[in-house]
């Protein structure tokens, strides 16, 4: 059975968005999902790895957030927390109790 959380965190939902620039091409944003800004979730850190790309260190940080059950959050999201931007990569919804659930994602510096 899934524990329950401190969910102390606030973080918001933000969705894919495309538009056009000025030269007619097509631009890819991340705007706050209405309903879904301040959202209180716990917030740990999963792992960090480094990695090469492009003759460079990259490091791979890997979060998990927990939040209230809600049916409108997808793997083409993002999350804000602090400023700093978190692509899902996994949606766990504990086996389908709709109470919580728990997000993977990851932040690339």
Do not use: C
Request: charged share 25%; aromatic share 14%; net charge neutral.
């Amino acid at each position: 059975m899934a524990t329950n959380r401190i969910k102390d965190k606030k973080i918001t939902i933000l969705k894919y968005q495309e538009g056009e620039n000025e030269l007619g091409e097509t631009i890819v944003t991340y705007v706050p999902m209405p309903g879904a800004t301040n959202i209180w979730a716990y917030y740990r850190h999963a792992s960090g790895a480094e990695f090469y790309a492009a003759h460079t260190i990259n490091t791979k940080v890997e979060v998990i957030f927990e939040i209230a059950w809600r049916n409108d959050i997808d793997t083409y999201m993002q999350i804000r927390y602090k400023g700093q931007d978190y692509s899902i990569t996994r949606i766990d919804d504990f086996e389908g109790r709709k109470v919580n659930l728990r997000i993977y994602a990851y932040k690339v510096n």
